[in-house]
Every structure is written in C-alpha cells, then in structure tokens.
C-alpha cells in the first residue's frame, strides 16, 4: 500500500512564501511522474504542477515564476516552493504520484491546506 503525506500548508500572507513537501511510504513502484494539485472551494481540482523521472517540469499558467517543483533527494518525495503567494493560490493542496508502465496507478494523498490572507 502507497501512502502519500504532505506538509507544510498554513496561513500566510499575500506576497509571503511557504513550501509544501510530500513524502511516499509503503512498497513503492517505480514513478513516472509526482505533482500538485489543488482545490480551491466551489472550484474544481487543478494541476499546479508536475515533475517526471527524468526532472522534467510543467506549471500551471497561474503559477509560472512564482512556483518551483523539485524532487526531493528520495525519488520518493517532491516538493513545491511557492513564492509570491496571493489570494487566489489559496486552497487544499494535494500530492499525486503516477506509475510508470501500463495501466498506470496515480495515488493521492489527503491534502494539505494552505490559506493566503490579504
């Protein structure tokens, strides 16, 4: 069983910085890709950000420049650092993690909540 914990969420001001980690336990696959995603109240979950095996990155447009994604030195853990934060990046964060191979399994973890106060 695959378990993913994220930390790091709270309450920060507009303009502020905070940095979200999620760590993988269990019998771990091999995975193709770690990301974020999140939901912001009456909104529907969406990507943040992903990273692949091989480092490769993708943003959402609404973060670009303002968030960093990085693999952690476990393969097993990612994490984002989120800078310039604004009322709009406020809501639950969540990590995912996808396997490699076919079919592919994506786990979720229960999210971390990260509020930014103007």
């Known amino acids: 069983q695959v378990q993913l914990v994220e930390s790091g969420g709270g309450l920060v001001q507009t303009g502020g910085s905070l940095r979200l980690s999620c760590a993988a336990s269990?019998?771990?696959?091999?995975?193709?890709?770690m990301g974020w995603y999140r939901q912001a109240p009456g909104k529907q979950r969406e990507l943040v950000a992903v990273?692949?095996?091989?480092?490769?990155?993708n943003y959402a447009d609404s973060v670009k420049g303002r968030f960093t994604i990085s693999r952690g030195s476990a393969e097993s853990t990612v994490h984002l650092a989120m800078n310039s934060l604004k009322s709009e990046d406020t809501a639950v964060y969540y990590c995912?993690?996808?396997?490699?191979?076919?079919?592919?399994?994506?786990?979720w973890g229960r999210g971390t909540r990260v509020t930014v106060s103007s």
């Open positions: 995912t993690a996808v396997t490699m191979g076919v079919p592919t399994t994506t786990y």
């Open positions: 990273i692949t095996s091989i480092g490769t990155t």
């Open positions: 269990g019998r771990l696959p091999s995975f193709n890709h």
